[in-house]
């Protein structure tokens, strides 16, 4: 695509509205990457209860990377989706992103605390 202005042609992408709506329906933030974030760390809580050291690994990569990870995909698609004018915006999805952050490295703390614990003894 070319743009031209008072100084010549400039190349390059055609621009986006960053959101996914082009008919005038809001648009929301992504809220099943934050459920998906709130499963994995429920998961990995309940593997954290566990007493076998495998399963305290898996519940570890679940909550700090899958956790984690899910809220980093929200993030990113909340700041594409803001870009777009019939952007929506809800609060409670905005303010369970520090919690699921806080209770994600809790559980893959607890999950590490645990492998370390059985680590150490032996």
Same mark, same amino acid.
């Given at each position: ?5 008072? !100084? !010549? ?9 960053? @959101? ?12 099943? %990457? ?16 566990? +007493? ?6 898996? @519940? ?5 990377? @899958? !956790?984690? @990870?899910?809220?980093? &995909? ?9 870009? +777009? *004018? ?12 520090? %919690? ?8 893959? %703390? *607890? +999950?590490? &605390? ?9």
């Amino acid at each position: 695509m070319t743009d031209t202005y008072a !100084g !010549g042609s400039r190349q390059g992408p055609p621009i986006s509205d960053g @959101g996914d709506s082009h008919d005038g329906r809001p648009v929301s933030p992504p809220v099943q %990457a934050l459920a998906i974030a709130a499963a994995l760390v429920a998961v990995g809580a309940a593997l954290g209860f566990s +007493n076998r050291t495998p399963l305290h690994a898996l @519940g570890y990569l679940v909550s700090m990377f @899958g !956790g984690l @990870g899910c809220v980093a &995909w929200f993030k990113r698609e909340d700041s594409r989706r803001r870009q +777009n *004018v019939f952007y929506a915006p809800e609060r409670k999805a905005q303010r369970l992103v520090p %919690a699921l952050l806080v209770a994600s490295v809790v559980v893959a %703390a *607890v +999950n590490a &605390w645990a492998i370390a614990t059985f680590l150490a003894a032996r």
